[in-house]
């Protein structure tokens, strides 16, 4: 397999969580990036998302995917127009904006970080949420300008619904959708849309037509149940396992792969599932997760 597009529309990648985790650098700390490049590389997955060890400058970062004959599928972008302005936000990310659209990535992981959870010692049950209309209106106003100026250079939004943030519950998703253009893009993704109450084809039914991007983590459905009822935090939950490759937990990939290739959709399907690398060893599970999605891929084609 090649980093460059071939004749499928389906293009699986992975983001280097499984080998060292950007929330909690301790897990897989002492990883080199040359490690998950090679192993992902040799394990066939096409494309890398960002992490913290990547170079963040066009040339080197180009340069060392090119060695790997790896593409760069996307990359995280910690959003705050939930406390700044659209124009804010637009000279905030310029610089990761530039290095997607001259690294040939075609959209954008973008995640609200303004009053998120997901990295403090806060249980989920105090995550932030927009109470009133006017709130969401703004939001929702600020995000589309945001994301018709990144359309404008490339790349598209691909908003990351996510644990301990604003838009976490499928009734999140459903009022993110109504309110705003079709240059705001969806990140699915199954692990956080599981883990926040919902059931991943009935919103992937819903909002097929606005998804960009997927992130296929699977859950463990017992440490799931856990965390809800002690209310524990992002962290300690992905600590305890709560998330895991496809094919090693309870989500149905089979009929999420059916419907996206039915619908048509073109993309990345990236692998992404922060667990802790000394529980669960990296090469094992990323080749876990690439052969279970592989497998569904090809069985449509």
Not at 65 to 93: F, H, N, P, T
Not at 196 to 216: E, N, Q, S, T
Not at 255 to 262: D, E, G, P
Not at 276 to 301: C, I
Request: net charge negative; glycine share 10%; hydrophobic share 40%.
């Amino acid at each position: 397999m090649s980093g460059k597009p071939d004749s499928f529309d389906i293009r699986i990648g992975v983001n280097p969580l499984s080998w060292m985790n950007d929330d909690l650098p301790s897990l897989g700390g002492e990883t080199p990036l040359e490690v998950a490049l090679t192993e992902g590389r040799e394990i066939g997955y096409q494309g890398f998302e960002l992490g913290n060890k990547f170079p963040r400058e066009p040339k080197a970062l180009s340069a060392l995917l090119g060695q790997y004959d790896l593409a760069l599928v996307s990359g995280w972008y910690s959003g705050r127009l939930a406390a700044r302005s659209a124009q804010e936000e637009i000279d905030a990310v310029g610089p990761h904006l530039e290095l997607l659209a001259r690294c040939g990535a075609k959209v954008m992981v973008y995640g609200e970080v303004a009053d998120s959870i997901q990295g403090a010692a806060v249980s989920l049950s105090k995550r932030p949420r927009f109470i009133r209309d006017d709130q969401w209106e703004q939001y929702a106003q600020r995000l589309n300008t945001f994301a018709a100026y990144t359309l404008s250079q490339g790349v598209r939004v691909a908003y990351h619904h996510h644990m301990g943030a604003y838009v976490e519950a499928p009734s999140d998703i459903d009022r993110l959708m109504a309110l705003t253009s079709r240059d705001v893009g969806l990140l699915f993704d199954t692990g956080h849309v599981t883990f926040g109450g919902g059931d991943p084809l009935a919103v992937l039914d819903k909002h097929i037509d606005r998804v960009c991007h997927v992130h296929c983590k699977d859950v463990r459905t017992p440490v799931l149940r856990q965390a809800r009822n002690g209310d524990w935090t992002f962290l300690q939950s992905v600590i305890n396992g709560a998330f895991t490759v496809p094919g090693d937990g309870s989500v149905d990939f089979a009929s999420v792969i059916a419907r996206l290739t039915q619908h048509g959709y073109r993309g990345w399907l990236v692998v992404e599932a922060e667990q802790d690398p000394a529980v669960a060893p990296s090469y094992a599970y990323a080749d876990q997760g690439f052969r279970t999605l592989n497998q569904l891929v090809e069985s449509h084609h």
